[in-house]
C-alpha cells in the first residue's frame, strides 16, 4: 500500500490558497461544506459534461456574510460568459436558486491550458471515451505540455487499459516532478474515462518551477484572489 500526499493539499497554506475562503460557525459548517460541493458539482456538470464545454479547470468559493462570490477558472471564458453576458446572467440565477443566497460569479482565464492538469487529464479521458489508442496519447500529450513550457510531466493510466481482460497501471515521465519540494509548483489532476469496457482512471502531474520563479501575476491567477504564503514569511 503507497504512501502517497496529495500534490494541492501538501502545499495548502505554505504556497498554495485555499479553494474555499469563509469562516462559519460550528453549527454552519457542515452545510456550507454540503453547499460548496453541490456548488462545485452543479458548474462541472453544467459547462464541462455538456454543450457548449467550456474547459472548467478550478472553481473558488469566497463567502461573507452577505455574499457568495464564486471564480470560475476557464480555458473558455466566452463560453461561460455567453453573446451579451447572457450565459453567465443565467448562472448566477441558477446558483441563487440552489443557494437561496446572493451571488457573484466571476470568471478568470486560463491562458495556457495546455500547462493546466485537469485540461491536460480531462482530455486524454475524453479521447480514451472515443477509443483513442492509449500509449499514443500519453507520449502525444506529454510532449505538448512539455512544450507549452513545463519542467516536468508525469500521466498514469488505471484500468482496462486497451479492453484487456486485467486492468493495470502504465505511466510516462517526461522531466523532473519534485513532489517532495514545497517550493515546488506541481499541479495535480484525476479524472475518469468512462468506456465501453469499464472505468480508466487519469492521473497528472505537471511541474511547472519554483514558485520564487513565477511572475507576480502568475501566482495571484492561481490563487484566483487569495494570496498564498511566500517564502520566508511566517
Not at 509548483?185 to 514558485?211: C, E, Q
Amino acid at each position: 500500500m503507497g504512501q502517497k500526499v496529495h500534490p494541492f493539499g501538501f502545499r495548502v497554506g505554505i504556497t498554495e490558497a485555499h479553494k474555499s475562503r469563509w469562516y462559519a460557525p460550528k453549527a454552519l459548517y457542515g452545510q456550507l461544506l454540503v453547499e460548496d460541493q453541490k456548488i462545485r458539482k452543479y458548474i462541472d456538470d453544467r459547462l464541462n459534461r455538456r454543450p457548449p464545454f467550456a474547459a472548467v479547470s478550478d472553481v473558488h468559493i469566497e463567502r461573507t456574510r452577505e455574499e457568495l462570490k464564486v471564480i470560475i477558472r476557464t480555458a473558455r471564458p466566452g463560453l461561460v460568459i455567453g453573446p451579451k453576458g447572457s450565459e453567465i446572467e443565467r448562472l448566477t440565477a441558477d446558483l441563487h436558486n440552489l443557494t437561496g443566497r446572493n451571488v457573484l460569479v466571476n470568471v478568470v482565464e486560463v491562458h495556457n491550458p495546455d500547462v493546466d492538469a485537469m485540461l491536460v487529464a480531462e482530455s486524454i479521458a475524453e479521447q480514451l471515451a472515443k477509443r483513442a489508442g492509449f500509449r499514443r496519447l500519453m507520449k502525444m500529450k506529454g510532449e505538448s505540455v512539455m512544450g507549452a513550457g513545463a519542467k516536468g510531466v508525469k500521466i498514469q493510466l488505471s484500468g482496462r487499459l486497451g479492453g484487456a481482460e486485467m486492468s493495470r497501471s502504465e505511466d510516462i515521465r517526461l522531466g523532473s516532478i519534485p513532489l517532495q519540494t514545497l517550493q515546488a509548483n506541481v499541479d495535480y489532476a484525476l479524472a475518469l474515462s468512462r468506456t465501453t469496457y469499464g472505468i480508466i482512471g487519469v492521473k497528472v502531474w505537471i511541474y511547472k518551477g519554483l514558485y520564487t520563479e513565477l511572475k507576480e501575476g502568475e501566482i495571484e491567477s492561481r490563487a484566483a484572489g487569495a494570496r498564498p504564503r511566500a517564502r520566508g514569511r511566517r
